[in-house]
C-alpha cells in the first residue's frame, strides 16, 4: 500500500515563503505528482502537478510563485511557495498517480498565511 505523507507546513507571515514535501515509501513507480490545496468551505483545487517527463502545469493563482519539483529515486514531490498570500491558506495535499492509474493521497499539510 502506497501512502503519501506530506511536511513542511505551517505558520507563515503574508510575503514569506515555505517548502512542502511529499515522500510515498515503497518501491514504486509514480507517473503524475501533484498538489492540491482546500481553504476552509472551499472545494479542493489543483495547485500544480508534474509529470515524470517534468511537463509542469500550475493554477493561474500560483503562477510566478510557486514552483513544483520532483525526485524520483526518493518517490518525492516539492513544492516550493514564495510570496505567500492570505489566500494561500489551506490545507495541501499531495496526490500521485503510477501507470496503472492507481491514485494515491496523502493526508494533508496545513499552511497558514497570516500576520
Known amino acids: 500500500q502506497v501512502q503519501p505523507v506530506e511536511s513542511g507546513g505551517g505558520l507563515v507571515q503574508p510575503g514569506g515563503s515555505l517548502r512542502l514535501s511529499c515522500a510515498a515509501s515503497?518501491?514504486?513507480?509514480?507517473?503524475?505528482m501533484g498538489w492540491y490545496r482546500q481553504a476552509p468551505g472551499k472545494q479542493r483545487e489543483l495547485v500544480a502537478e508534474i509529470t515524470r517527463g517534468g511537463w509542469t502545469n500550475y493554477a493561474d493563482s500560483v503562477q510566478g510563485r510557486f514552483t513544483i519539483s520532483r525526485d524520483d529515486a526518493k518517490n518525492t514531490v516539492y513544492l516550493e511557495m514564495n510570496s505567500l498570500k492570505v489566500e494561500d491558506t489551506a490545507v495541501y495535499f499531495c496526490?500521485?498517480?503510477?501507470?496503472?492509474?492507481?491514485?494515491?493521497w496523502g493526508k494533508g499539510t496545513l499552511v497558514t498565511v497570516a500576520s
Open positions: 515503497g518501491s514504486i513507480f509514480i507517473n503524475e
Open positions: 496526490k500521485m498517480r503510477n501507470p496503472m492509474a492507481m491514485v494515491y
